[in-house]
């Protein structure tokens, strides 16, 4: 294998990126634009269809007899609307909830069997009452979550008190995540899958470069060089990625420009841009199945939707507001994987050796592995001079 | 005829029901220019492809410089320049980074590659255009800057498929000599061609494709001699009852 033949290629590449306009406006331009636009002016997600939040629960409230902790979970769990995970530590509830198992823990306070039975004792006298806090962190990767979860605990406080909503309580909830950082706007919960839009045009770049090519013999060309199959493909993957990287930083300096500055350390970035790497690679295996299957650049412009909506509807910042049949179907999308990682990096501070992180890792670099693999086969078995 | 820088024997190749070639056997000197002549489709371009390792034959033997183009076709492809058919350039590159790239998918050492690439832009006449976009080459210059490819890493044996299809007189006389100096330098090329004129003015022997058939093989002047007509032109309709410029 000659360094020289694949530096050659990569260098080509992207001259052909930097110097024809098509390709640099679909690469480069047109996700700029469209996260200026779509953040810019982007109202708000989720729907009207019923949806079940999951809420873990530490109860540090030991001492009681009266077991108001108890009432408290069987009012939870009989909204219908709230799964109930009971922890015994806080620690293992802040993990799943870094990792998205969770939408919010709850800690149940040690004095609220002693704030309970002091509002039961004298309902109408607040000066008597023992005054407690809930503490509730959230799912700051879920907008749905943090604007929902909130007012249902509260409610539900209410209701085991058997208080009126107008009077006042003894028991405040706090929530804990929303009060340490800023205010949470709806870029934050498009961020992450607008890295992983970008990337996905790669696929439509990919298609057309390789029918072109083959079009007008270059192709042929190369093939009659001493350059290697190996060679040439390995040219063509780092020079997409390459593209990838530098797709990824425009992204997210539109991003940091319109406001998005989550709160996380170097390492979560080197993570995140590794990521969108290694996602790269599979819209380079994308790109050549549409290269195998289309007869002309033109053809491949079109077939290469096959792969892009998919990527782009179930497993982008789209999919957050789509049915959950199709959220289901986003798991069979490498690109569901990018963003849901992302998400807990960015969002829900998730670290990036937490296990959730680390499966959404792998499962992007196998697919991703896997599909480029496939897509080389294919076209190697395929192409015709 | 000089040591064979090309040897084939009995070469066919089939596509599904259509035969391209059928049972080519001739050698190639070294040093020699050899024409290999026949309307569209005749089979000059597969055996080309097969030559260069693109395309397997469905039977027969090939061999490069002793190397056998489907066993040891990575030694063949380091010994040969091909310039294709198809004007294939790198439209986004300048004419100088398209010779620049080749060279370097030959590896060839960095100085030696710009002496070269400077010596073939000279003499095919890109001089000053080599840092113009090829994409903006008028369609002459273009195929100018085709062959300059082919030739770049200095090959002992070139494979030429209609060089000077759709150039200008200018043009072609410019490859023309250049063809010729090759051949002073001991070059075995292989030239195919449709224009009869060409052959006529270039090639030490040639041998006339049809349908996939040799169907005569020898020097120009031996054929026109032999035929008893006035140049290869009118070879070719004797043997086929066809214009060279019909379809096969």
């Known amino acids: 294998m000659k360094l020289q033949r694949i530096a050659a290629l990569t260098k080509k590449e992207l001259k052909k990126t930097i110097r024809e306009p098509a390709v640099l406006f679909m690469i480069f331009l047109f996700p700029i634009i469209f996260v200026f636009a779509f953040g810019a002016s982007f109202g708000g997600v989720g729907g009207s269809q019923t949806v079940t939040y999951h809420i873990g629960v530490v109860n540090m409230d030991h001492g009681s007899s009266v077991n108001a902790s108890q009432t408290v979970l069987a009012a939870l769990t009989d909204t219908k609307i709230i799964n109930v995970h009971v922890y015994v530590d806080n620690q293992t509830a802040q993990n799943d909830l870094s990792q998205g198992n969770v939408q919010a823990v709850m800690i149940i306070p040690s004095d609220f069997s002693q704030s309970l039975a002091s509002y039961q004792a004298a309902p109408d006298n607040p000066a008597q009452w023992t005054n407690t806090t809930f503490s509730l962190y959230l799912d700051k990767g879920s907008l749905v979550a943090t604007q929902a979860i909130p007012p249902i605990i509260q409610q539900t406080l209410t209701t085991v008190a058997g208080q009126s909503q107008q009077t006042p309580s003894p028991f405040q909830v706090q929530t804990a995540s929303l009060v340490e950082v800023k205010t949470t706007s709806a870029l934050d919960f498009?961020?992450?899958?607008?890295?992983?839009?970008?990337?996905?045009?790669?696929?439509?770049?990919?298609?057309?470069?390789?029918?072109?090519?083959?079009?007008?013999?270059?192709?042929?060309?190369?093939?009659?060089?001493?350059?290697?199959?190996?060679?040439?493909?390995?040219?063509?993957?780092?020079?997409?990625?390459?593209?990838?990287?530098?797709?990824?930083?425009?992204?997210?300096?539109?991003?940091?420009?319109?406001?998005?500055?989550?709160?996380?350390?170097?390492?979560?970035?080197?993570?995140?841009?590794?990521?969108?790497?290694m996602f790269s690679v599979s819209n380079v295996g994308f790109g050549l199945i549409t290269a195998t299957i289309s007869k002309s650049a033109g053809a491949a412009t079109g077939l290469s939707f096959l792969f892009v909506l998919p990527q782009l509807f179930l497993g982008t910042f789209v999919g957050a507001s789509l049915s959950s049949d199709a959220q289901v179907a986003g798991k069979f999308v490498p690109s569901y994987y990018v963003t849901n990682a992302l998400t807990s990096l960015f969002l829900r501070g998730a670290a990036i050796t937490s296990p959730a992180i680390l499966l959404d890792f792998a499962v992007v670099s196998v697919s991703c592995v896997t599909i480029l693999v496939v897509g080389v086969a294919l076209y190697a078995k395929y192409y015709k001079v | 005829m000089n040591e064979s820088s090309i040897v084939i024997e009995h070469l066919g190749k089939k596509y599904q029901d259509t035969t391209a070639l059928e049972d080519l056997t001739l050698q190639v000197g070294k040093g020699e220019l050899f024409g290999l002549l026949g309307p569209n489709g005749a089979g000059k371009t597969t055996t080309i492809n097969i030559l260069c390792g693109l395309v397997k034959p469905t039977t027969g033997t090939a061999t490069v410089c002793g190397y056998d183009v489907l066993k040891e076709s990575a030694k063949v492809k380091e010994l040969i320049g091909v310039c294709v058919q198809e004007t294939s350039i790198y439209p986004y590159l300048t004419g100088a980074e398209n010779v620049q790239l080749f060279g370097n998918l030959y590896a060839m050492d960095k100085a030696e590659l710009n002496a070269r690439r400077n010596m073939l832009i000279t003499k095919m006449g890109l001089a000053e255009d080599a840092k113009r976009r090829a994409g903006k080459y008028s369609g002459g210059m273009k195929r100018r800057l085709s062959l300059i490819l082919a030739l770049i890493n200095d090959p002992q044996i070139a494979f030429l498929d209609e060089p000077t299809v759709a150039m200008d007189p200018q043009s072609r006389h410019a490859v023309w000599d250049f063809l010729k100096e090759l051949k002073r330098e001991e070059k075995t090329i292989i030239l195919t061609t449709h224009y009869m004129e060409e052959a006529e003015e270039l090639c030490d022997r040639v041998g006339i494709i049809d349908h996939g058939k040799l169907i005569a093989l020898g020097t120009p002047k031996e054929l026109i001699v032999k035929n008893r007509v006035n140049n290869l032109e009118e070879v070719f309709l004797k043997l086929t009852g066809r214009t060279i410029r019909e379809e096969a």
């Open chain 1, 190 to 277: 498009i961020a992450p899958g607008m890295f992983t839009f970008a990337s996905i045009f790669l696929i439509m770049m990919v298609a057309q470069s390789f029918t072109q090519d083959r079009e007008n013999g270059m192709l042929k060309r190369i093939r009659i060089t001493p350059t290697t199959p190996t060679e040439f493909m390995i040219s063509q993957v780092i020079s997409y990625m390459g593209i990838a990287l530098i797709q990824a930083a425009l992204v997210f300096a539109m991003t940091h420009a319109l406001g998005f500055t989550p709160s996380v350390g170097i390492s979560t970035y080197v993570f995140a841009f590794t990521l969108v790497l």
